[in-house]
């Protein structure tokens, strides 16, 4: 649930196509994928050097997520009634 403040900015979960992008970190859960020595990476087995890449792939990814989406507005469709009018079923 996202709630508006004052200075316009989005506060809590938005959905954007963007957010999609924050799947790829997760990859990394999946062991099999590169659950093996070969090929090595300046004498670095492969399950290590691919869980650094993925570090770092995570970063990007979480970056690119924040600077695509942190001047989303709160809710452009949100109806300016006020809580109060929205309690007592008070409709405008």
Avoid: H
Wanted: hydrophobic share 45%.
């Amino acid at each position: 649930m996202s709630t508006a403040k004052p200075d316009r900015r989005v506060r809590g979960f938005q959905f954007s196509a963007w957010n999609l992008l924050l799947l790829i970190p997760l990859l990394i859960l999946v062991t099999p994928l590169f659950n093996s020595a070969e090929p090595r990476l300046f004498g670095m087995p492969f399950f290590y050097w691919f869980q650094l890449v993925f570090v770092v792939a995570g970063v990007l990814c979480t970056g690119i997520v924040y600077w695509a989406t942190r001047n989303k507005p709160a809710n452009p469709t949100r109806d300016e009634r006020d809580v109060d009018d929205l309690d007592e079923g008070n409709a405008r």
